[in-house]
């Protein structure tokens, strides 16, 4: 991808209030259909990173003049991981930099890593809400997947949280290796069974792209994972038994009383994740750590997601911590903001995104979906179009309708 350097930003006049996204990459173990940036928990640049991440903290909260931290989601990784010290002194940094009284606050845990002690510095950060990497309830699941926990692992982590006053989140894997609709109806029924606030469901996605996250780990690193994919993608359900598992989770939630808000979301009333509303609905965030993406002034950028790089860049200070995506290669604002609204249930509003956007953007968006009439993959409101369920199955094509060089640009 063609990366330059983001422009340095003004203080602004007004303190904006943002979603905060803080990501601590450690984990365990690799599992090897994960993308994100990750590095291993003994890695010896812990100490460093966690520095880095409280300078980086402190640097962006006083470039954005002390802005409100309206949510705020610690990601990973595996942030549970955390030792109670390294949670406080978290915490400090965020309370010095931001407004912290977020109405959300979300860390991200794997069912075998949460203990009370790690739970109550946690509590004391001010976390609202625990969101759950469960992925199966089958041991043979969690094989397939290369998890280290075992499916006894989360009903205990979903009892400490829920006896601190947590929300709980859990998210789930299908299409696994080897995975049977009944396996994935048992995954489903057990998470039920625990009651959660909010599920999340995703396919298993195989990237075949070497990751810039990959130089964290050592050992046999990409062909090692390359091959681990190879031989998952051979074993996987194909694409029907996929929308398959997908269409039974959307049957069995929503008996459940789960509204579908995402399409791969659902969530219990008024548990909807906030924070990842304000993504969706194209807000600004400001994203904190190695690989993190903001969203600020209208402009995406991300960090290196190689914990070297990330660490040397804030250590050096040079203020040159931020990729900007390269114009050519990305969806620019407005598209962005479209594919991003038919996410969710709310859908595409075209005359509020006209307000946004102008009308050029609006009549774009209006021709790329009316190009879908009769394909049943979109439902009309009046200007507000919204994915039918057929729709959120095959979603990429929509969303190739709305990009500018489908149909000529806006
Ligand atoms: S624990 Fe989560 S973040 Fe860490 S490697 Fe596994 S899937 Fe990725």
Redesign the pocket.
């Known amino acids: 991808m063609r990366s330059t350097a983001a422009r340095p930003r003004a203080p602004l006049a007004q303190p904006p209030t943002l979603a905060v996204y803080v990501h601590i990459p450690f984990?365990?173990?690799?599992?090897p259909?994960?993308d994100?940036a990750?590095a291993p928990a003994t890695s010896r640049l812990r100490a460093r990173y966690l520095a880095a991440l409280a300078a980086e903290v402190r640097h962006e909260g006083a470039a954005l003049g002390r802005p409100r931290a309206r949510t705020l989601f610690v990601g990973?990784?595996?942030p549970s991981l955390l030792e109670p010290d390294e949670v406080d002194a978290l915490a400090a940094a965020l309370r010095n930099a931001f407004a912290f009284r977020p109405v959300e606050a979300t860390v991200?845990a794997?069912p075998a890593t949460l203990d009370r002690a790690r739970l109550r510095a946690w509590k004391r950060l001010g976390i609202t809400r625990l969101s759950l990497?469960a992925?199966s309830f089958s041991a043979r699941g969690l094989r397939a997947l290369g998890?280290t926990h075992q499916a006894e692992d989360v009903a205990p982590a979903v009892g400490a949280a829920r006896s601190v006053g947590l929300a709980v989140a859990i998210d789930l894997i299908f299409g696994w290796p080897g995975q049977t609709a009944e396996d994935w109806a048992a995954d489903l029924a057990a998470a039920l069974a625990l009651r959660p606030d909010h599920l999340s469901c995703y396919p298993l996605e195989l990237e075949t792209e070497r990751e810039e996250a990959d130089a964290n780990w050592p050992g046999g690193g990409w062909p090692v994972v390359a091959r681990w994919r190879a031989r998952a993608a051979a074993a996987s359900p194909d694409d029907d038994a996929v929308a398959s598992r997908y269409e039974e989770a959307e049957r069995m939630l929503r008996r459940a009383g789960f509204r579908h808000y995402e399409i791969a979301n659902w969530a219990r009333p008024r548990q909807r994740s906030r924070h990842n509303l304000a993504y969706w609905r194209n807000e600004e965030w400001v994203g904190l750590g190695a690989g993190a993406h903001s969203h600020l002034g209208g402009m995406r950028s991300r960090n290196p997601a190689a914990l070297t790089e990330y660490v040397a860049q804030v250590e050096r200070g040079d203020g040159r911590l931020r990729i900007a995506p390269g114009a050519a290669a990305d969806n620019d604002e407005a598209t962005d903001a479209a594919i991003l609204a038919l996410r969710l249930d709310e859908g595409l509003a075209l005359h509020r995104y006209a307000d946004r956007f102008g009308r050029a953007a609006a009549a774009h968006a209006r021709r790329g979906l009316r190009s879908l009439d009769g394909t049943g993959l979109i439902r009309w409101s009046g200007e507000t179009a919204r994915l039918t369920p057929r729709g959120r199955l095959l979603a990429t094509e929509v969303f190739l309708r709305l990009l500018p060089d489908q149909l000529g640009s806006p």
Do not use: H, L, P
Not at 27 to 31: E, G, L, V
């Open positions: 984990c365990a173990a690799r599992c259909y994960c994100f990750t990973g990784g595996t991200e794997n990497g992925q998890r």
